[in-house]
């Protein structure tokens, strides 16, 4: 008979609901109560996963159909969530919105892993009419099991009375009502793994911990919410390679899937490096460097002239490098746009990265590179290369629809670069040397 284990995917009707705040709230109120607590986000975001880190204590994990295959999904949820007394998922945007339809969406992760989901409302200028709402999220997609309601932004006892009747007649149970904290609102997720950062977010845990553990039923929740934990298969594991992995972790370089670094773990040790602090580049067989904010820090790692070095003396004598959006900036002649600055790089490939003009690049990206060969990543940057063209494309990229996108992936000698950041959980990350 399989055990029984709390598991639950956080959804809401729409982005801006709340669920993130419940999300930090319920992780951290449950470690508090020394649970290991695995949490998990839908879609490739690689900055709610540092925060979820922060509230639980755990490794958060991404799961999505766009960047992975199913069983590949299945497997993540099973292998990290085996060992924890409870299993959380944060959804993405509204329950049922994909990069097509409902492909992608929280609601096929959560009928994909069998697990309930609990929505999260913003109940603010809402009363009596959310039976209606309520009563289509659940009927929507059969199959799809909807466990209950915490609403939020609930402005009185009145306005909670009428919510709570709503969901009574939309067949669905009511775990909290929330009210509105004016002064509780999210840090900038874009701060960077700053200490300062980690204290403000640590800070706006607790108090959303709080919230949840005053106005919401965490006892109830989880009861409703056990259901049978079903073991997968146990897979063999990889015996460690011997290639020695240098990766870029602080405040300026931080945008990692954990997979991605297990992965990196079976092709040998890894080591972990500051740019920003001016540590020296550990000996390495590849060098990783992932995205995040160098235009925040451009003076500190202009700064830091030996490190530089050493990247570009690794670059010219064959090096193996994986340089992604951030890490590709870092890479570059200089960045240009910030106050200040210019400031000068790596100075490694051909061309300047500029936030002069800044607008938004965003979407999941399908690459064919030379070979033939299929790689899935994402796209989110801001910032622009003064000169595309310097380097030929050695992929051509795809959008989520088979549309062409104009995004290069570059290559140097033995450095790969570009803006899309790439998944390679169930792949070969060495072939792209090939």
């Known amino acids: 008979m399989c055990p029984m284990k709390p598991q639950l995917l956080i959804g809401a009707m729409h982005s801006g609901s709340g669920k993130t705040t419940f999300t930090m709230g ?14 998990f986000k839908c879609g490739p975001d690689y900055i709610d996963t540092r925060f979820h880190a922060l509230a639980a204590g755990y490794p958060s994990v991404n799961l999505d159909t766009w960047l992975a295959s199913k069983h590949h999904v299945n497997d993540l949820y099973a292998r990290y969530g085996a060992q ?46 959310v039976a209606a ?5 659940k009927t929507f997609l059969p199959g799809l099991r909807i466990a209950g309601v915490v609403f939020n932004q609930v402005s009185s ?56 553990v005053q106005h ?15 073991e997968l298969s146990a897979r063999p594991v990889p015996s460690a390679g011997k290639w020695r992995i240098a990766v870029a972790r602080d405040a300026a370089f931080n945008f990692t899937y954990e997979e991605n670094l297990s992965r990196l773990a079976q092709l040998g040790p890894v080591t972990f490096f500051s740019p920003l602090a001016g540590e020296a580049v550990p000996e390495a067989d590849l060098v990783y460097l992932p995205g995040g904010y160098p235009e925040l820090f451009a003076a500190e790692l202009a700064a830091r002239t ?38 000068p790089m790596c100075g490694i490939l051909p061309f300047a990265a500029t936030m002069e003009g800044a607008r938004l690049h965003l979407g999941y990206r399908r690459l064919v590179d030379a070979a033939g060969r299929e790689w899935r990543g994402h796209e989110f940057h801001y910032s622009d290369v003064t000169a595309p063209g310097a380097l030929p494309s050695c992929a051509i990229q795809y959008n989520a629809r088979g549309e062409t996108v104009p995004t290069p992936l570059y290559r140097y000698k033995n450095v790969i670069a570009g803006y899309t950041h790439l998944y390679w959980g169930e792949a070969d990350i060495l072939k792209l040397w090939d």
């Open 26 to 39: 319920i992780l951290r109120a449950l470690q508090r109560q020394g649970l290991q607590v695995q949490p």
């Open 306 to 343: 030996a490190v530089r070095g050493q990247l570009r003396t690794f670059a010219e004598t064959g090096g193996r490098i994986l340089a992604e959006c951030g890490g590709m900036i870092y890479l570059s002649q200089s960045v240009e746009g910030v106050a200040g600055g210019p400031y």
């Open 133 to 137: 709402q309520l009563h289509g999220m």
């Open 84 to 129: 924890a007394d409870a299993c959380i998922v944060e959804g993405v945007m509204g329950l049922f919105d994909g990069y097509q339809r409902m492909q992608g969406s929280s609601a096929e992760i959560a009928q994909l892993l069998d697990i309930p989901v609990l929505l999260v409302v913003g109940a603010r200028s809402m009363a009596y009419t």
């Open 157 to 212: 006892d009145n306005h909670g009375r009428f919510l709570r009747e709503a969901c009574e007649d939309a067949g669905l149970r009511c775990f909290g009502t929330m009210p509105k904290v004016p002064d509780l609102v999210v840090p900038s997720r874009h701060l960077g793994l700053t200490l300062a950062a980690e204290q403000e977010m640590n800070a706006w845990i607790d108090r959303a911990a709080d919230l949840v």
């Open 216 to 230: 919401v039923d965490i006892a109830g929740l989880l009861e409703a919410v056990a259901c049978p934990w079903r």
